[in-house]
C-alpha cells in the first residue's frame, strides 16, 4: 500500500522543514474535521501529514493591548468560550459556535477552516470583517497578511511551498464597533452555509455610521468583501433606505453558482436579506458599547 | 385467554430496558461490531453510471495484488428463474433480489454492485477494487417517473410486460403493474358533488436513514456449514434468502441477529450477506461487509418517489361523494415500489361513497426500493390529506370537523374492501380536538395544520420459548430482532402472566438454530404476533406450575389457581397448604417431572389497523422561506401500550421521519444519473434542534384479538406529517406547497409568486 507518513513537529523550524520537503502533497493537519473526512472518502491523498498541534503557539489565545492572538490550531470550543474575545467580537465567537457540533467544535480550527479554503467557511467572513491578519511562517520566513489574502479559490490557497498559518492576530474594537454574523442553512445546526454574512461597524455621534466591512460567504469562489455594501452604511443610520440600499449592493456583489447547496437566484435574495439582518445586530451592538 | 379490561401490574408501567446499559455503554454489538479469527475484509465494487450493460469484468489485476483472496462477480451466483416470495409488506422477487446483490448483463443504477472483493485488510480490498477493470456500454438512463412511464423512455428490461392490463401488452415497458380499486359509480358521485377540488402532488425519494450502515460476517465451513452475523431486520429473512440466492439448504445456514441501529424497513431484504457469503465460500475465510455511507444512500433502498393526482367531491356540508387517486410511484431498478398499499391506504380512512383509485409500479434508473415505514402509505396520504385541507378551505369548513364527518367508522365498507371493525380513527379526531394545542392561540407569521394516517400493521409466524430456570427467573427467547424495543415488552407480557417482576424475565433474540420460525421484524407486527406468542408460552408455563404444585400437594392440577406469580391451592382444597411461589416450584423442578418450559409457534390473526391524527404549528420566515415546527402532537390509537415509553417513542420517531420528508430530505442526481449527495451533511434528515419536544398522546381502543389489546403503533405516525406541515404552512404564509420537500427555496419561490 502507498506509504502514508505523520509527523508532529515541536517547532516552528521543524514543521517548516517536514513542509517544505518532499515532491507529494503533504498536508496541515489541525482539529482534522476536514482533512479527515477527505482521507476516508479518498477525495485527499496526502504522502505526509503534518500536525500542528504540539507547536507552540498553534493553541491559545493571548491578548495584547491592541489585539487579541488567536493559535492557528486553537480549537472553536476555546474561541467561543474565550470571555474577552466573546466581548469584543461576538460576531467572531458566534461564527465560529456555528461550525459543526459541538464535538467538531472540540477540533475544528480558525486556521483549518481557512486553508480549507471553502467559500462556505463559517468563521471567515467574522474575521475579515474585523480587519484581521495572519501571521505565516515558511522557508523564508516570516510574513503578515490581511486574512482575506490567504484563500485564492475553492481548495486554493496563496500560501506557499513549507509555509503556514501561526496566529490570527484580531485588532480590538474602537468604541461603537461591533459585529456580528448570520448564516443560513436549511436545517439548524449541522450544515454548510448556503450564505453567510458578516457585518462590522463603528458608529459615530448619534449612532452614524462611520467605518463598516460587510463580507458574503458562500456566493463567489472565496469569501467576498462588499465595498458598495459597506458605503451603503457610512454616513447613515441603519434606516429603511439604507437597508434597501445594504440588500440591493450585497445581491449584487453575490455570484453564487447553483450546486446541491442552492440556487444562484436563492443564494442571491438571502443575501440581501442576511445582510440586512447581521446589520441590524451589529449597529444595535455598537450602540451599546 | 385475554387481559383486555383486567387490573394488570406490569403492563402500562416503564421499566428500564434490558438493553440499555449495553447501549449507552457502548458494549452492544452491532453489525460491524463481530470479529472472528481468520477473519478477513469484502468490499464491493459499484457501477459509475445509472444504465449500462456489463461487457467484461476483469478481475486479473486485482487478484494479483499481494493479500487479495477472491473475487466474485454474478458468475459466481446462480442464474435463478423468477420466483415471487411474500416480503411482509410488498412482493419481493428472488431474481430481481440477486440481480439487486450483484448486477447480471446490466447495471442498473449508479451504485448497483458489479463486483466484491476480499482482501486480509480493508485497505488492500479498497485498492483491489480499482484493479478490477469493468467494461461497460453506457446506455440512455430514466430517473423521473413519469419519464419512465412514456413510449419512448429508454427500457430497463425487456422482458418486462404491464400487468394488470388487458389484453396483455404485446410490447415491454417500464409500468411493471397496473392496480385498480373502484367502488360505487364514480361518474355520479361527481355529478352530486357541490365542490369538486383536483390537485396533482409530488414527492421525491427519501432513504430510510437508518444511522448504522449494512454490516455483517459470514463464514463457510468446510463441510458446508455457513453462519452469517448481521444487522437485518430478520435473521430468518437472511437466511431464507440467502440459501435461495446462493442454492444452500436451509438446516445448512445458521444467522444470528446483530443489535440494529434502525432499519425502518431498509433492512427487511439482504445486500451485503449473499456476497459475503459467496467471498467467504471461494477464498475459504470468514468474510466482513461494513458498507460505507455513501453505499448505503448509492446502493440500498429509498422509499419510491412518487406523482398523486387526487380528485375530490363533497356537497356543500363537507359530506364526500367522490374521490379519484392515481398513483404513479417509483420502484427504483426492479418491480415492487409500495403502490399497492398506497391505494389500498389513500382512501382507507374516509367513508366515501364513490371511489375509483389507480396505481402504476414503475421502475427506473435508481436504486431498488425498499420498505419505508408503512410503505406507500405516506405518498398517498401525502395527496390525499393536503386535498383534503384545500377541500375544507374551499368549503369553509374547519379541516377536522370535515374529517370528522367523513371518518371511517365499525361497519364501513373500505374503498380497498374491508368491513372496518373496531377501529379508533373517530377516537382520535375526538382526541385531537379535546386537546390544548387545538385551541392555543398563534402568533403572527404561524399556523396550524392536521392531518391523519392509517396503517393496516401485520401478523404473521412466530416462535417464542419461555424457560424458567433452576432459581425461578425467567427466560423469554423469540426470533424477532429487536428493532424498537421489543424485548422489553416481551418480558413485560412474559412477566405479567406469570406475576413476576419483569426484572426476573430475560429477554433474548435467538438465532435461526435455536428457535422456531419467525417472520421478520415489519409492518409493525413484533409486539402483535411475538408478543401472542409469547404470551401463549407463559400461559402454558403457568398451566405446567399449577401441575409441578399439584404433584407437590398431591392434588389434581385443576384445584390450583396461580395468581400473583404464586399457586394457590383452589376449591375444596383452598387454604389447605402454604402458597407456592414460582422459585420454588422450580428449585423442586427436578422432582416433580424435570424442566419447566414452553415454546408457543403460532401464526398471528387480527392485527389492529392503526389510525392517527397530527396537529402541526409551523412559523414561516417569508424572506428565507424557512420552516420552522413550533409544536407538534400526535395522538394514535395504540389499542393497549404495553411500555408507554416505548410506544411514545415510535411516536416521535415517526414524526421526526416525517417531518425530514416534509420539509428537506431528497436525493439530488446530476445529469449524468449519479447521485450527488450520498451523504448526512447534503441529505438532511432533521437534527434534534430542528424540532420540539412532540407530544404524543395515547388512545387505546384495545384489539379484542390480542390477549392485551395490542395494535401495532410503529408505522402509523410517519404517514400524516408531510401534509400536516403543508397545511400548517398554508395557514402561516398563504401558500400551498405541493411538491416535496417543502425546502427553503421552494417556499421562498412560492411565497414570491404569490406576492407577484
Keep these: 500500500m502507498s506509504g502514508l507518513s505523520f509527523i508532529a513537529p515541536k517547532t516552528v523550524e521543524e514543521a517548516v522543514r517536514a513542509l517544505a520537503a518532499g515532491d507529494g502533497l503533504t498536508k496541515c493537519l489541525a482539529g482534522g474535521t476536514d482533512l479527515l473526512v477527505q482521507l476516508r472518502s479518498g477525495r485527499a491523498r496526502p504522502e505526509v501529514i503534518v500536525d500542528m498541534k504540539r507547536i507552540p503557539g498553534l493553541i491559545g489565545i493571548s491578548e495584547r493591548e491592541d489585539r487579541f492572538i488567536i493559535g492557528a490550531a486553537t480549537p472553536g470550543a476555546m474561541i467561543s468560550e474565550c470571555g474577552p474575545l466573546c466581548r469584543a467580537w461576538p460576531g467572531i465567537t458566534e461564527a465560529v459556535d456555528l461550525i459543526g457540533s459541538q464535538q467538531i467544535q472540540g477540533r475544528a480550527s480558525l486556521g483549518g477552516n481557512l486553508c480549507n479554503a471553502s467559500p462556505a467557511a463559517d468563521s471567515v467572513p467574522a474575521v475579515i470583517a474585523a480587519r484581521a491578519t495572519c501571521v505565516v511562517v515558511g522557508p523564508e520566513g516570516r510574513r503578515e497578511v490581511p486574512v482575506e489574502a490567504i484563500v485564492t479559490g475553492p481548495g486554493q490557497t496563496s500560501l506557499r511551498k513549507g509555509e503556514l498559518i501561526l496566529e490570527f492576530h484580531v485588532p480590538k474594537p474602537r468604541p461603537h464597533q461591533a459585529d456580528a454574523y448570520l448564516r443560513f442553512i436549511p436545517r439548524t445546526e449541522m450544515d454548510i452555509a448556503v450564505v453567510g454574512c458578516a457585518v462590522n461597524v463603528t458608529l459615530g455621534d448619534k449612532g452614524v455610521c462611520r467605518d463598516a466591512r460587510v463580507v458574503l460567504g458562500a456566493v463567489a469562489p472565496t469569501a467576498v468583501i462588499v465595498t458598495e455594501a459597506a458605503e451603503a452604511l457610512v454616513g447613515h443610520w441603519l434606516d429603511e433606505e439604507t437597508l434597501g440600499r445594504l440588500d440591493a449592493a450585497a445581491r449584487r456583489a453575490s455570484k453564487p453558482i447553483t450546486d446541491k447547496r442552492g440556487t444562484i437566484e436563492y443564494r442571491i435574495k438571502v443575501a440581501g436579506v442576511l445582510a440586512r439582518r447581521a446589520a441590524a445586530i451589529a449597529f444595535k451592538r455598537a450602540g451599546e458599547c | 385467554m385475554t387481559f383486555i379490561g383486567k387490573d394488570l401490574k406490569v403492563v402500562g408501567t416503564r421499566p428500564i430496558r434490558p438493553d440499555g446499559v449495553d447501549k449507552v455503554t457502548g458494549r452492544a454489538n452491532f453489525g460491524a461490531d463481530m470479529t472472528v479469527p481468520g477473519m478477513i475484509w469484502g468490499k464491493i465494487k459499484r457501477s459509475p453510471h445509472a444504465h449500462a450493460r456489463i461487457l467484461r469484468i476483469d478481475a486479473e489485476k486485482a487478484l494479483r495484488l499481494p493479500g487479495v483472496k477472491a473475487v466474485v462477480t454474478a458468475a459466481d451466483f446462480p442464474n435463478i428463474a423468477a420466483e415471487e416470495a411474500f416480503a411482509g409488506e410488498a412482493i419481493m422477487d428472488f431474481r430481481d433480489l440477486s440481480r439487486n446483490c450483484m448486477a447480471r448483463d446490466k447495471a442498473l443504477y449508479d451504485g448497483h454492485a458489479v463486483a466484491a472483493v476480499a482482501a486480509s485488510t480493508p485497505a488492500i480490498a479498497e485498492a483491489a477494487l480499482e484493479l478490477i477493470d469493468v467494461e461497460y456500454e453506457v446506455l440512455p438512463f430514466v430517473i423521473d ?600 427555496p421552494k417556499v421562498l419561490a412560492a411565497i414570491d409568486e404569490e406576492k407577484g
Excluded at chain 2, 425487456?158 to 409500468?175: H, R, V, W, Y
Excluded at chain 2, 426476573?504 to 435467538?510: Q, T
Design chain 2, 145 to 744: 417517473v413519469e419519464k419512465a412511464m412514456a413510449a419512448d423512455a429508454p427500457l430497463l428490461h425487456g422482458e418486462l410486460f404491464t400487468q394488470g392490463i388487458e389484453p396483455k401488452p404485446t410490447a415491454p415497458s417500464n409500468i411493471a403493474k397496473r392496480i385498480n380499486f373502484t367502488k360505487g359509480d364514480i361518474e355520479k358521485g361527481f355529478r352530486e358533488a357541490d365542490v369538486v377540488i383536483e390537485r396533482r402532488y409530488t414527492t421525491r425519494p427519501v432513504h430510510q436513514g437508518y444511522i448504522e450502515p449494512h454490516a455483517c460476517v459470514a463464514t463457510v465451513a468446510a463441510d458446508g456449514q455457513c453462519s452469517i452475523w448481521s444487522s437485518s431486520q430478520g435473521h430468518f429473512m437472511v437466511r431464507q434468502y440467502c440459501a435461495h440466492l446462493l442454492g444452500i439448504d436451509i438446516a445448512n445456514i445458521r444467522a444470528a441477529a446483530a443489535e440494529i441501529g434502525g432499519g425502518f424497513g431498509g433492512k427487511t431484504l439482504i445486500y451485503v450477506e449473499p456476497v459475503a457469503l459467496a467471498l467467504a465460500k471461494k477464498s475459504g475465510h470468514s468474510v466482513k461487509i461494513v458498507m460505507t455511507r455513501e453505499e448505503v444512500f448509492r446502493g440500498t433502498g429509498p422509499a419510491a418517489g412518487s406523482v398523486i393526482e387526487v380528485k375530490l367531491g363533497a356537497k356543500k356540508d363537507g359530506r364526500l361523494t367522490a374521490a379519484e387517486v392515481t398513483l404513479k410511484y417509483q420502484a427504483g431498478a426492479f418491480p415492487g415500489s409500495p403502490v399497492g398499499p398506497g391505494c389500498m391506504c389513500a382512501l382507507a380512512m374516509y367513508d366515501v361513497p364513490n371511489a375509483n383509485v389507480t396505481g402504476y409500479d414503475v421502475v427506473c434508473n435508481r436504486p431498488k426500493v425498499a420498505a419505508y415505514r408503512a410503505p406507500g402509505a405516506p405518498n398517498a396520504s401525502w395527496g390525499v390529506e393536503s386535498c383534503l385541507d384545500e377541500l375544507a378551505l374551499a368549503l369553509g369548513l374547519d379541516p377536522l370537523s370535515l374529517r370528522e364527518k367523513n371518518a371511517a367508522k365499525d361497519g364501513v365498507k373500505a374503498v380497498h374492501g374491508p368491513t372496518w371493525q373496531n377501529i379508533g380513527y373517530a377516537e382520535t379526531l375526538a382526541a385531537a380536538k379535546a386537546h390544548p394545542h387545538w385551541r392555543a392561540p398563534l402568533g403572527a407569521g404561524q399556523g396550524r395544520g392536521i392531518a391523519s394516517g392509517f396503517w393496516f400493521n401485520i401478523g404473521g409466524e412466530s416462535t417464542a420459548s419461555v424457560h424458567v430456570n433452576e432459581d425461578g427467573t425467567v427466560v423469554v427467547a423469540t426470533g424477532s430482532p429487536d428493532i424498537g424495543g421489543s424485548r422489553v415488552s416481551m418480558a413485560m407480557m412474559v412477566a405479567e402472566v406469570l406475576g413476576v417482576a419483569v426484572e426476573r424475565v430475560r429477554p433474548i433474540v435467538a438465532d435461526t438454530s435455536s428457535i422456531g420460525y419467525t417472520f421478520l421484524t415489519g409492518g409493525s407486527r413484533v409486539t402483535f404476533a411475538t408478543g401472542m406468542a409469547a404470551t401463549e408460552a407463559a400461559s402454558r408455563v403457568v398451566d405446567e406450575l399449577k401441575k409441578r404444585a399439584a404433584v407437590i400437594w398431591e392434588i389434581s392440577p385443576e384445584a390450583v389457581e396461580w395468581r400473583d406469580g404464586m399457586a394457590y391451592p383452589a376449591g375444596q382444597n383452598a387454604g389447605a397448604f402454604e402458597p407456592l411461589p414460582l422459585a420454588e416450584i422450580a428449585f423442586r423442578s427436578a422432582r416433580t417431572g424435570g424442566p419447566i418450559s414452553a415454546e408457543a409457534a403460532i401464526n398471528a390473526q387480527g392485527p389492529g389497523a392503526g389510525f392517527g391524527t397530527h396537529i402541526c404549528d409551523v412559523e414561516v420566515d417569508k424572506e428565507t422561506g424557512a420552516v420552522k415546527i413550533l409544536r407538534y402532537t400526535a395522538i394514535q390509537d395504540v389499542g393497549r401500550a404495553i411500555h408507554p415509553a416505548y410506544v411514545e417513542g415510535q411516536l416521535q420517531g415517526g414524526v421526526t421521519q416525517g417531518v425530514g420528508w416534509a420539509l428537506n430530505e431528497e436525493y439530488i442526481y446530476d445529469k449524468d444519473g449519479r447521485l450527488e449527495n450520498p451523504g448526512f451533511l447534503d441529505y438532511r434528515i432533521p437534527v434534534a434542534s430542528d424540532l420540539p419536544m412532540i407530544d404524543a398522546v395515547l388512545v387505546e381502543v384495545p384489539n379484542p384479538r390480542h390477549p392485551f389489546g395490542v395494535r401495532g403503533v410503529g408505522e402509523v405516525p410517519i404517514i400524516p406529517p408531510t401534509a400536516a406541515v403543508a397545511n400548517a404552512i398554508y395557514r402561516a404564509a398563504g401558500v400551498r406547497l405541493r411538491d416535496l420537500p417543502m425546502s427553503p
